[in-house]
């Protein structure tokens, strides 16, 4: 029984032996290494799509045009900077990365269920980049924005093949997602230690799962439509063409029934991050744990029935746009659950501020704000005023976007000892939490105001009326920016000087599976799965 | 060891039918998202019935008229009269003009809908040139009828009260040359001389 699951590792003899460096990291199978990789493709994007964000950023500093004067080029770089940012930076790094690093750790899994499928998902992955890369090269580039919304996606306004790219690249994103979301749920379903029962198992792993079952149903229907508009495009289909009796609304109906609950899959590993952090610097077990795991898969059923709510202008008559409003008001029940049980964890607790849990306390933060704002928008009579304007931008940066990226930093100081062996320098890290909280503060808190004062988005230029605001809003992003060039000094410091990491750096909180194998964690682990029988549950 | 592998394998089948499920489904939305709005007219589709209804109201109406021509379709097409005024329930007949500008024979479409979208469902239309193609002689001009009545439910809905007057408005668009794909949308029914 303990040896059931480890069919994978016959040809490995001992925990510490590596295959040279093109087998290990281009043919890996193991799910350290590709957690690992999938990190690196993460930093990578984070870098251009964050390049791209500045350089918007610049050009926004002042009104009047005066770096960007090819404002299809602008359409693009916004364009891209979305979509490197939800599937080539948020996702690889929370689900390809610190899942599978930590998934089947927390379980006490040797691996996950098919190696082989992992690495198929990596390299899709990888594939999904260049096309959207060779995209931007490609005619005049793809300034669709994320959505793709037809006719602005069609063969009229877009006639090169940069669409087709787009499309292509997000069919490989979207396959190498499926994949691994099947990947991790049979990992979690099969594959979990003897005695740990799903009532039992980390919040992370819990997070994991529901995001897995959210890609598993959202992205089959964006490969469908983003299909319909490839045929519409080239094979003179009429999906999404009124001439031949289509309907562009369509598109947006099928986009936004992928679209909502992707923002709740770039979400949702972030609770579970946040969970296993409160808890350990808490040093308190997770408050009301099965409240939580149930509010992250009550977020992601409500998650698939509020689509329409990003389409309040589209003519939805009044009764459809009420029920819209009421569902969507209904999440705040659960975030709300998941907000008060943080905040439980750590009332009473001995509360240790290790970076980890600053960017806990960071994220928490900014999702409230972002959830409030959300609640407002939520109101379609509101929403036909707050449509396209800086404060949605300012609402979903919030909510999903910087408090996701909370999330990873939080994620990467708490397991880089596990990941690494080498720990990354506390001062160095709390320095870097606080330049990067008051950057994204500063850069996305003044854009309320400039959208309540009626400022268009994916505009590269605006009335003077607006200069304040941006101003603020572009010094926020040149701190930012010093932070996250701050995160990349620590990185290599703590490669190349880092102090060696303890079994468990973060003392009783931290209970989880991981922190009982050795740092950095070996390459094969729980070949022999531990015995969970008669232990409390692992939050 | 064996037995697990067999039981991922079979839970990844199970998962790949669902994802396989989904993409279905995601086709399957075409047809069914036309139904739904055609079954509530959502989005300001009407409605088609064979007659009007038996009862007559006194309540006043007006219908006015719209017409648009895509631009790659040379036709001059317009509304014979701008609005008619009309009773809840009264079928009314109403004209729209179409002349072929170019020196060739050319079919077009009319697609069409009605504002405020949330009165779709009680503009009703008995017969109208749009059911079906229209093809015009170069230089040939062609009076086009609608039938139509408006719903006397529409007074009664508390959503709809407030309506006064309603918008039918109509876009022709060129046939395109590929007759499968187009017809396999738009089922015209080949009589294409009704005008």
Same mark, same amino acid.
């Given at each position: 029984?303990?040896?059931?699951?480890?069919?994978?590792?016959?040809?490995?003899?001992?925990?510490?032996?590596?295959?040279?460096?093109?087998?290990?990291?281009?043919?890996?199978?193991?799910?350290?290494?590709?957690?690992?990789?999938?990190?690196?493709?993460?930093?990578?994007?984070?870098?251009?799509?964050?390049?791209?964000?500045?350089?918007?950023?610049?050009?926004?500093?002042?009104?009047?045009?005066?770096?960007?004067?090819?404002?299809?080029?602008?359409?693009?770089?916004?364009?891209?900077?979305?979509?490197?940012?939800?599937?080539?930076?948020?996702?690889?790094?929370?689900?390809?990365?610190?899942?599978?690093?930590?998934?089947?750790?927390?379980?006490?899994?040797?691996?996950?269920?098919?190696?082989?499928?992992?690495?198929?998902?990596?390299?899709?992955?990888?594939?999904?980049?260049?096309?959207?890369?060779?995209?931007?090269?490609?005619?005049?580039?793809?300034?669709?924005?994320?959505?793709?919304?037809?006719?602005?996606?069609?063969?009229?306004?877009?006639?090169?093949?940069?669409?087709?790219?787009?499309?292509?690249? /997000?069919?490989? =994103?979207? $396959?190498?997602?499926?994949? %691994?979301?099947?990947? &991790?749920? @049979?990992?979690?379903?099969? #594959?979990?230690?003897?005695?740990?029962?799903?009532?039992?198992?980390?919040?992370?792993?819990?997070?994991?799962?529901?995001?897995?079952?959210?890609?598993?149903?959202?992205?089959?229907?964006?490969?469908?439509?983003?299909?319909?508009?490839?045929?519409?495009?080239?094979?003179?289909?009429?999906?999404?063409?009124?001439?031949?009796?289509?309907?562009?609304?369509?598109?947006?109906?099928?986009?936004?029934?992928?679209?909502?609950?992707?923002?709740?899959?770039?979400?949702?590993?972030?609770?579970?991050?946040?969970?296993?952090?409160?808890?350990?610097?808490?040093?308190?077990?997770?408050?009301?744990? /099965?409240?939580? =795991?149930? $509010?992250?898969?009550?977020? %992601?059923?409500?998650? &698939?029935? @509020?689509?329409?709510?990003? #389409?309040?202008?589209?003519?939805?008559?009044?009764?459809?746009?009420?029920?819209?409003?009421?569902?969507?008001?209904?999440?705040?029940?659960?975030?709300?659950?998941?907000?008060?049980?943080?905040?439980?964890?750590?009332?009473?607790?001995?509360?240790?501020?290790?970076?980890?849990?600053?960017?806990?306390?960071?994220?928490?933060?900014?999702?409230?704000?972002?959830?409030?704002?959300?609640?407002?928008?939520?109101?379609?009579?509101?929403?036909?005023?707050?449509?396209?304007?800086?404060?949605?931008?300012?609402?979903?940066?919030?909510?999903?976007?910087?408090?996701?990226?909370?999330?990873?930093?939080?994620?990467?100081?708490?397991?880089?000892?596990?990941?690494?062996?080498?720990?990354?320098?506390?001062?160095?890290?709390?320095?870097?939490?606080?330049?990067?909280?008051?950057?994204?503060?500063?850069?996305?808190?003044?854009?309320?105001?400039?959208?309540?004062?009626?400022?268009?988005?994916?505009?590269?230029?605006?009335?003077?009326?607006?200069?304040?605001?941006?101003?603020?809003?572009?010094?926020?992003?040149?701190?930012?920016?010093?932070?996250?060039?701050?995160?990349?000094?620590?990185?290599?410091?703590?490669?190349?000087?880092?102090?060696?990491?303890?079994?468990?750096?973060?003392?009783?909180?931290?209970?989880?599976?991981?922190?009982?194998?050795?740092?950095?964690?070996?390459?094969?682990?729980?070949?022999?799965?531990?015995?969970?029988?008669?232990?409390?549950?692992?939050? | 060891?064996?037995?697990?592998?067999?039981?991922?394998?079979?839970?990844?089948?199970?998962?790949?039918?669902?994802?396989?499920?989904?993409?279905?489904?995601?086709?399957?939305?075409?047809?069914?998202?036309?139904?739904?709005?055609?079954?509530?007219?959502?989005?300001?589709?009407?409605?088609?019935?064979?007659?009007?209804?038996?009862?007559?109201?006194?309540?006043?109406?007006?219908?006015?008229?719209?017409?648009?021509?895509?631009?790659?379709?040379?036709?001059?097409?317009?509304?014979?009269?701008?609005?008619?005024?009309?009773?809840?329930?009264?079928?009314?007949?109403?004209?729209?003009?179409?002349?072929?500008?170019?020196?060739?024979?050319?079919?077009?479409?009319?697609?069409?809908?009605?504002?405020?979208?949330?009165?779709?469902?009680?503009?009703?239309?008995?017969?109208?040139?749009?059911?079906?193609?229209?093809?015009?002689?170069?230089?040939?001009?062609?009076?086009?009828?609608?039938?139509?009545?408006?719903?006397?439910?529409?007074?009664?809905?508390?959503?709809?009260?407030?309506?006064?007057?309603?918008?039918?408005?109509?876009?022709?668009?060129?046939?395109?040359?590929?007759?499968?794909?187009?017809?396999?949308?738009?089922?015209?029914?080949?009589?294409?001389?009704?005008?």
């Amino acid at each position: 029984m303990a040896n059931a699951a480890d069919a994978h590792h016959d040809d490995h003899g001992h925990d510490d032996h590596y295959p040279g460096f093109f087998s290990r990291w281009f043919c890996s199978t193991n799910h350290k290494d590709i957690g690992t990789v999938y990190l690196y493709l993460s930093m990578f994007a984070a870098i251009v799509g964050g390049g791209m964000s500045w350089y918007i950023r610049l050009e926004l500093a002042e009104p009047g045009i005066q770096h960007i004067d090819d404002f299809q080029f602008y359409n693009v770089l916004l364009t891209a900077h979305g979509f490197l940012m939800v599937f080539f930076v948020v996702m690889p790094a929370m689900i390809g990365g610190f899942g599978n690093w930590f998934v089947p750790l927390m379980i006490g899994a040797p691996d996950m269920a098919f190696p082989r499928m992992n690495n198929i998902s990596l390299w899709l992955t990888f594939a999904g980049l260049g096309m959207l890369l060779i995209s931007a090269f490609v005619g005049s580039g793809v300034g669709t924005g994320w959505t793709v919304y037809p006719p602005l996606s069609s063969g009229i306004y877009h006639p090169s093949a940069a669409v087709d790219f787009g499309i292509l690249s /997000l069919h490989l =994103a979207g $396959a190498a997602s499926i994949l %691994g979301a099947i990947n &991790f749920i @049979v990992t979690i379903f099969n #594959m979990r230690a003897p005695g740990m029962t799903m009532h039992k198992m980390p919040l992370f792993v819990w997070s994991i799962l529901v995001t897995a079952f959210l890609l598993l149903l959202a992205l089959p229907v964006l490969a469908g439509a983003l299909t319909m508009l490839l045929t519409d495009r080239n094979f003179g289909t009429h999906f999404f063409d009124p001439a031949g009796g289509g309907d562009p609304i369509l598109w947006q109906h099928l986009f936004w029934f992928f679209g909502h609950p992707e923002v709740y899959i770039i979400i949702l590993p972030a609770f579970g991050i946040i969970s296993q952090i409160v808890s350990t610097f808490s040093k308190k077990p997770v408050f009301g744990y /099965l409240g939580m =795991a149930y $509010a992250m898969a009550a977020i %992601g059923v409500v998650g &698939f029935v @509020v689509w329409a709510h990003h #389409m309040y202008t589209v003519g939805l008559d009044v009764d459809t746009r009420a029920y819209f409003t009421a569902a969507t008001m209904v999440i705040a029940v659960p975030t709300g659950v998941k907000i008060f049980s943080w905040l439980a964890t750590m009332w009473g607790g001995s509360i240790d501020f290790k970076t980890p849990m600053l960017y806990a306390f960071g994220f928490i933060f900014l999702f409230v704000v972002g959830g409030v704002t959300g609640v407002t928008l939520a109101n379609s009579s509101a929403d036909l005023v707050f449509h396209d304007t800086y404060f949605v931008v300012a609402h979903f940066h919030y909510v999903m976007a910087i408090a996701a990226i909370f999330a990873m930093f939080g994620a990467w100081y708490y397991w880089i000892g596990k990941m690494s062996g080498k720990q990354y320098s506390e001062g160095l890290g709390k320095l870097q939490f606080w330049v990067f909280f008051v950057g994204v503060n500063l850069l996305f808190f003044p854009q309320h105001f400039a959208g309540l004062a009626g400022m268009p988005r994916r505009i590269p230029d605006y009335p003077d009326a607006y200069a304040g605001w941006n101003y603020i809003s572009s010094v926020g992003a040149l701190i930012t920016a010093i932070g996250t060039v701050l995160f990349f000094v620590i990185l290599f410091r703590t490669y190349a000087a880092g102090s060696k990491a303890e079994q468990n750096p973060w003392g009783e909180g931290a209970t989880t599976l991981e922190w009982h194998v050795p740092s950095p964690a070996p390459f094969h682990t729980f070949e022999d799965q531990p015995d969970m029988s008669g232990k409390a549950p692992a939050e | 060891m064996a037995n697990v592998r067999d039981k991922n394998l079979k839970t990844a089948m199970v998962l790949f039918t669902v994802v396989a499920g989904m993409v279905g489904l995601a086709f399957a939305s075409v047809p069914l998202y036309r139904i739904f709005c055609q079954v509530t007219g959502l989005g300001g589709t009407p409605g088609v019935q064979a007659s009007a209804p038996e009862v007559k109201t006194d309540t006043d109406f007006i219908v006015r008229f719209d017409a648009n021509t895509n631009p790659d379709l040379p036709w001059k097409f317009k509304p014979v009269q701008r609005e008619v005024h009309l009773k809840l329930g009264e079928e009314k007949l109403a004209f729209y003009e179409a002349t072929n500008m170019s020196d060739k024979p050319i079919t077009g479409t009319a697609t069409f809908n009605v504002t405020p979208l949330k009165a779709g469902q009680f503009f009703v239309k008995i017969d109208c040139f749009c059911f079906t193609e229209q093809t015009l002689e170069p230089g040939q001009t062609i009076d086009m009828p609608v039938t139509f009545y408006v719903d006397p439910e529409i007074y009664n809905k508390v959503n709809t009260r407030d309506v006064k007057t309603i918008t039918l408005s109509y876009t022709f668009y060129p046939k395109e040359e590929e007759e499968g794909k187009v017809s396999a949308l738009s089922q015209p029914s080949k009589a294409g001389e009704k005008g």
